[in-house]
T-cell receptor, first 112, second 113 residues
Framework: DQQVKQNSPSLSVQEGRISILNCDYT??????FLWYKKYPAEGPTFLIS?????DKNEDGRFTVFLNKSAKHLSLHIVPSQPGDSAVYFC???????????FGSGTKLNVKP | EADIYQTPRYLVIGTGKKITLECSQT?????MYWYQQDPGMELHLIHY???????EKGDLSSESTVSRIRTEHFPLTLESARPSHTSQYLC????????????FGDGTRLSIL
């Protein structure tokens, strides 16, 4: 059973606007959450992460929000740029950081 | 900048052939992983290793095998390729521990005819 879910396969946003990508999880033992970005023909690259003891982490245009009670996290990109167009994967790991569980990805298209 | 390399990048090969997908990292990471991904799907963990001579099967059953004789090298082998093995294979490594993400190679896209 899939423990990390991204229910939106795709998202289209106008340049300069906010992009919000969502992720839900089922395992309450997850202790760390990460977002990766993937361009075609390349491997995923790490974008931003958040520990379960926080509810927000910000890095430049990227902010991740965590709602533990709802088992939900989101990635906000403000302002969105055409170069942000990629597939975004949400991932989670338990406290031992031995294994990572990935969602199926959301393809973001930022239109100029 | 993460340094993890996968070869070949693309492979088209006939059924029944033995295949080895190479993965090497220069970061000295103990933890290494192999994922299988089909388009629009999540990354499925098929093998992982916590260090030399340590290998474990992942959550997705796979007919492949792995070895970890050296820290930097984590090859994946298919003894007899079948069309059902057609997929993208991604290798990753990490230091492990809080806040340490995985670093991924660019993947091998495998097509079995």
């Amino acid at each position: 059973d899939q423990q990390v879910k991204q229910n939106s396969p795709s998202l289209s946003v106008q340049e300069g606007r906010i992009s919000i990508l969502n992720c839900d999880y089922t395992n309450s033992m997850f202790d760390y959450f990460l977002w990766y970005k993937k361009y075609p023909a390349e491997g995923p690259t790490f974008l931003i992460s958040i520990s379960s003891i926080k509810d927000k982490n910000e890095d430049g245009r990227f902010t991740v929000f965590l709602n533990k009670s709802a088992k939900h996290l989101s990635l906000h990109i403000v302002p969105s740029q055409p170069g942000d167009s990629a597939v975004y994967f949400c991932a989670a790991s338990e406290y031992n950081f031995n294994k990572f569980y990935f969602g199926s990805g959301t393809k973001l298209n930022v239109k100029p | 900048e993460a340094d993890i390399y996968q070869t070949p990048r693309y492979l088209v090969i006939g059924t029944g052939k033995k295949i080895t997908l190479e993965c090497s990292q220069t970061m000295g990471h103990d933890k290494m992983y192999w994922y299988q991904q089909d388009p629009g799907m999540e990354l499925h963990l098929i093998h992982y290793s916590y260090g030399v001579n340590s290998t474990e099967k992942g959550d997705l059953s796979s007919e492949s095998t792995v070895s970890r004789i050296r820290t930097e090298h984590f090859p994946l082998t298919l003894e007899s390729a079948r069309p059902s093995h057609t997929s993208q294979y991604l290798c990753a490594s990490t230091e492990g521990g809080p806040g340490q993400p995985q670093h991924f190679g660019d993947g091998t896209r495998l097509s079995i005819l």
